[in-house]
């Protein structure tokens, strides 16, 4: 399947399941978030909402029908909102004691530990240190990356599946959550692997960090088995 294009030529959906890492991102052209920060960095906010303003109504309200404005209000009883808000709780603290984010936890301390001793090296300069700046950006970046998304794939694991008009389920947000943690994870353990390769001193650091990363993969794919076959759209289409 290839990816899609909305009329301004952005990949719908390409920012759901992406590592937030723009300067990298080879979907950054064509990703309507990344426009959207970066036309705010250059116009700063009121040239944005100004720009966003022109193609809103002149009375948004006049949308409204009245039946409507009663089935919103209905829809946000207090009711409801409290059982929303008490399924949340309840679903953090299911995902707070999954082994899963205590692993996750823990590459995050290891991933600390080990960015400390090798920004010494990079920041003493030199040719030789240069290489050790690549895989110390990895692992900076997605040593704490993974367990903000295994948090959010635990969270969402539960959730009953939403249906498109034909009522066929829209692919899980939580094996979403889990496939980008897996990538994540992945690419730390072989960053990781690379600065061992680099300097051998560092083993005492990257062969806890290597061993745990294998464990919260070994985790994901455990809590969801489905997560391989999600398809993130832009990245995973020809």
Not at 21 to 46: N, Q
Not at 66 to 95: K, N, P, T, Y
Not at 137 to 166: C, M, N, Q, T
Request: one cysteine or more.
């Amino acid at each position: 399947m290839v990816a899609e294009r909305d009329g301004q030529g952005f990949i719908p959906g390409v920012y759901n399941y992406c590592d937030r890492w723009c300067e990298r991102c080879p979907f950054a052209s064509r990703c309507r978030v990344y426009a959207t920060e970066l036309a705010l960095r250059i116009d700063g906010v009121d040239g944005e909402l100004t720009r966003a303003a022109e193609g809103l109504p002149a009375d948004p309200a006049e949308e409204w029908a009245g039946d409507d404005l009663a089935e919103a209000a209905e829809d946000l009883s207090g009711e409801d909102l409290e059982q929303e808000m008490l399924a949340r709780d309840v679903a953090h603290a299911i995902a707070e004691a999954h082994p899963l984010t205590g692993a996750a936890e823990r590459l995050a301390r290891l991933a600390r530990l080990l960015i400390t001793a090798v920004e010494a090296r990079v920041t003493a300069g030199g040719q030789e240190a240069e290489v050790f700046r690549d895989p110390l950006e990895v692992v900076a970046r997605y040593g704490y990356f993974v367990a903000a998304k295994a948090r959010r794939a635990l969270s969402g694991r539960d959730h009953p599946p939403i249906l498109d008009d034909d009522g066929r389920p829209f692919p899980s947000d939580a094996d979403g959550s889990a496939r980008i943690a897996s990538l994540a994870c992945a690419a730390a353990r072989d960053a990781a692997r690379r600065l061992a390769a680099l300097d051998p001193a560092l083993t005492s650091l990257t062969d806890p960090f290597t061993q745990t990363a294998d464990r919260v993969l070994e985790l994901l794919d455990d809590a969801f088995p489905g997560h391989c076959l999600f398809r993130r759209p832009g990245f995973d289409d020809p």
